[in-house]
């Protein structure tokens, strides 16, 4: 299990990596507000639940 995997707070980066997803269009989710997102000082992070939610509404508006 790398480091990544245990954190519950991701880079947007990190973030985008995982939904298989570019920076850019992770970085305009955010800032549409389609995927929660928190400040820790000075850095952006991705709460590793607020991916899952995010899967989870495409999910259902798909249905």
């Known amino acids: 299990m790398n480091e990544t995997s ?3 707070v991701l880079t947007v980066e990190e973030a985008a990596d995982l939904l298989g997803i570019g920076r850019t269009l992770m970085y305009a989710l955010v800032a549409a507000g ?3 997102s928190v400040r820790i000082g000075r ?6 639940d ?5 899967v989870e509404c495409l999910r259902g508006s798909a249905a």
């Open 34 to 36: 389609e995927v929660e």
């Open 50 to 54: 607020a991916l899952v939610r995010y």
């Open 6 to 8: 245990m954190r519950i």
């Open 43 to 48: 850095l952006r992070r991705i709460p590793r």
